[in-house]
């Protein structure tokens, strides 16, 4: 990681030099990453099925990477080769399994012109893309294990609770650990938003743990109507981040944008959201400066707190998040205890996704391709590239999973196709197999249309926050604008 080192007295001019650094450490080295790790879990898939069809001497037509109109392609061996323009996945266009022209385009050549497959030989075909992925993700396991994991520093601590809050009256305190949530054990505070987020009650059983002794409480849940989960009010140690601001705040008219990491207040360092609360609290309507870290830069903004009217001390309008850490740890997790992982948080998903009405996670809670490659970005950016192997594991599995799932047009559905067909002694009704890959293609397309614009939904939310603040100098240090 970059590290830019803070300068004493008048702020320096933007380095040109650090600035482009900057933007390839944090912007065009995760993006060149997750394209190529996408590309590759893709890649490996539609290998699976080509190197088996070629060795089943089967017919086939085209590979390519993505759907839609041709980006570029190439011919070899009567193969064309090309990658498309929908992200969507892949394709190995093999005639002789099933009718996918909706999907892979025309063949050049007639299904029924040509030799049959066996049921073996496309059964083999259909789980050889699964196969691969799974082979991908126990290479990409095992090296985690060698290298270690970039893991988050997040024990299940309560950092900050909001003033006045139902968790403050009940007495709930800073400090107090989490160690369990509706049966479930916890020591992390990811694993505190997991438990949250599947909980089928509008109320979780949290039970608390401070100096030895365990107390439980009944906590209402809140849900998250961005990302669309539910949370409660208890939040984890870190240096606080501001995460949003409310409505012509003091915070967003001096200057500062979502993401800013705070460093100090008018000198005296802050660590935790408690500290920075407490130091702005003392300043209503006093010109404060604060000092904020922005893309390794440090910058000074000068900000007036409001007399917030209930709690009747000083406030900059700033919704607080918590910097998230992040160590590495060797040697990592084995493979064995990765999948266990991963398969967790898919039965997790899938529990969630079953009693949507009580955790209130839909389908619009899924992600798409545009939603995946986000995440992925966001773990680069955040733990390095241990945390995007960690993310082509899970993904590799995912698919996998996914496309053994018995329905037309994944490879699970190719595999019913040929077990039905081995079962009649003869290829089932070529009508019957195109309308139903067909409309299940429209479905399934429809449905990755659906979560990608909630996706969109959500990163468009976020760049619009994170770039709603006034213009500032070409100084790096922020003057003094739009005071209340």
């Known amino acids: 990681m970059l590290y830019w080192t803070p300068t004493c007295g008048r702020e320096r001019k933007p380095n040109v030099q650090f600035d482009l650094l900057n933007i390839i450490a944090t912007k065009i080295y995760p993006a060149v990453l997750v394209v190529f790790f996408f590309g590759l879990t893709i890649f490996i898939h539609e290998l699976g099925h080509f190197l088996v069809a070629r060795r089943r001497k089967m017919v086939v037509e085209r590979f390519f990477i993505g759907f839609g109109p041709r980006i570029f392609s190439w011919k070899r061996d009567g193969v064309e080769y090309g990658v498309a323009w929908i992200p969507f996945g892949g394709y190995v266009a093999l005639p002789q399994m099933a009718p996918m022209e909706a999907i892979e385009g025309k063949t050049e050549n007639q299904a029924e012109k040509l030799p049959a497959a066996s049921p073996a030989s496309k059964i083999m075909v259909a789980f050889a893309g699964p196969i ?77 743990e401070r100096n030895g002794v365990r107390q ?16 409660i009010g208890l939040y984890p140690r870190g240096r606080p981040v501001a995460g949003g601001f409310l409505e012509n705040s003091p915070a967003e008219a001096a200057g ?21 609360r407490e130091l702005i609290g003392k300043r209503p309507d006093m010109e404060t400066e604060v000092r904020v870290m922005r893309d390794g830069k440090t910058l000074t903004l000068r900000v007036t707190p409001r007399v917030d009217p209930q709690e009747k001390v ?79 594991v899970l993904l590799n599995i995912n698919l996998a999973i996914i496309n053994l799932l018995p329905l037309p047009v994944l490879d699970g559905g190719h595999i019913v196709f040929a077990i039905f067909e081995a079962i009649f002694r003869r290829p089932l009704n070529a009508k019957f197999v195109h309308a139903t890959s067909v409309a299940f293609a429209v479905l399934l397309i429809s449905f990755m249309l659906y979560v990608t614009f909630f996706d969109i939904q959500r990163l468009a939310g976020r760049w619009t926050r994170s770039n709603r603040s006034p213009a500032t100098n070409d100084d790096a240090s922020v003057s003094e604008t739009n005071q209340p």
């Open 256 to 276: 500062m944008k979502v993401g800013d990491k705070f460093l100090s207040v008018e000198g005296v360092p802050v660590t935790t959201a408690q500290e920075l």
């Open 132 to 208: 691969m992925n799974i082979f991908l993700a126990v290479i990409l396991a095992t090296i985690l294990w060698q290298v270690g994991l970039a893991v988050p520093v997040n024990p299940s601590v309560v950092g900050w609770i909001d003033p006045g809050s139902r968790e403050e009256q009940l007495g709930i305190q800073v400090g107090d650990r989490i160690v369990q949530i509706n049966d479930r054990p916890i020591k992390t505070w990811m694993e505190v938003q997991r438990a949250v987020a599947i909980s089928r009650e509008p109320q979780t059983t949290v039970v608390l």
């Open 314 to 392: 000083g406030r900059m309008g700033v919704k607080l998040d918590d910097e998230l850490e992040y160590e590495v740890v060797q040697p990592g997790p084995t493979p064995k205890q990765q999948f266990k992982d991963v398969l967790g948080l898919m039965g997790d998903t899938v529990y969630a996704l079953i009693h949507h009405k009580q955790t209130g996670i839909g389908a619009k809670s899924l992600s798409g391709p545009v939603g995946i490659a986000g995440g992925w970005w966001h773990e680069i950016v955040n733990g390095g590239w241990r945390r995007g192997l960690w993310f082509a």
């Open 216 to 231: 439980q409480y009944e906590l209402e849940t809140e849900m998250n109507e961005t990302f669309g989960v539910k949370t």
